[in-house]
């Protein structure tokens, strides 16, 4: 079986590999206090152009997640999302779970927009009863998103003018932020994030790392004992430096978009191939992720040999699906896949 319905089916690439067993025996300080974590904070805080910026390294997206909105918001306060975005839909609670309210907007391709923000904001404080409600206090965006859709450097920059008017803090999740960055059509680096943000974080788990996430706090409000809450929502990894020296392979010299650019190129083939047997397409998707309309008689004789996600059903004979690169993925198997895509 070809896997193609996820970009975390593989472990690590063999540089991380190497490095952690060359320094398996080395004993460490934990909780990322020690200088494989220094190190590659400081390749992060050099790639954002944050020199003040705090780097901390967590284990997995749903983690940063839950920590960074356990920290930024009040008992009365929600963060403002798509409908679409993971916090809402596959994290299984787990923002409501530390007491706060996912206030979800209506998605377009993945996104949502400054108006949109504006109008939620507006909304409460227009009504008088407003004590009485939720406070919208955080924006949280995906790039890419779930859908694969990437928001341009205009859009971000629109939505960080209406958090500044408003107060609205702005945070950016991005576990599949490799493939964003390398996406053909983008134009947002890490630098505009880090000088709109004020808290994102950069995805391993999903872009080459055997596991971890990389946070960047940019807001000292922010900043000030994260770590005393990162310890107290189990965010902090004991053996720490597992992660700094993932981080430290990823970035010390440009492996993170290299990983980043070679998934997508492989999804841009099979994208390619699907537009030739004519298909259409759920979403508009520049990354590694491709979301096809596909008749089931079709998706039914790939899945003898291919695995990829099922998105949602068009009619009673034609299904969205997902097809996901990786970092790893090899060219062999999307020569397989375009050959046996051809024969359908």
Known sequence: MIRF?????????????????????IQNPGYGEDLYCEKAAGYIRKECRLPEADVHFLVGGTQVNLVVLAAALRPHQGVVCADSGHINVHESGAIEATGHKVLALANTDGKITAAQVRACYDAHYNDETHEHMVQPALVYLSQPTESGSLYTLAEMDAIHQVCL????LL???????????????????????????????IGGTKVGALFGEALVLNNPALQKDFRYILKQRVGRLAKGWLLGIQFTALFEDGLYYKLGRHADEMAYRIRDGLLKKGY?????????????????????????????????????SHTAVRFCT???TKEEDVDAFLKDLEAL
């Open 280 to 316: 259409s397409f759920f979403s508009n998707s520049s990354t590694n992720q491709q979301f096809p309309i596909m008749p089931n008689s079709d998706l039914e004789k790939l899945a003898e040999k291919y695995a990829y996600s099922v998105w949602a059903p068009i009619d009673e």
């Open 5 to 25: 319905n996820c970009d975390y089916s593989e472990g690590a690439h063999p540089r991380i590999l190497e490095r952690l067993i060359e320094t398996n025996m």
């Open 165 to 168: 008017d408003t107060g609205l």
């Open 326 to 328: 990786s970092w790893a």
């Open 171 to 201: 945070y950016v999740d991005g576990a599949r932020m490799g493939y964003g960055l390398m996406a053909e059509n983008n134009d947002l680096d890490l630098p505009a994030l880090g000088r709109m943000c004020d808290a994102f974080y």
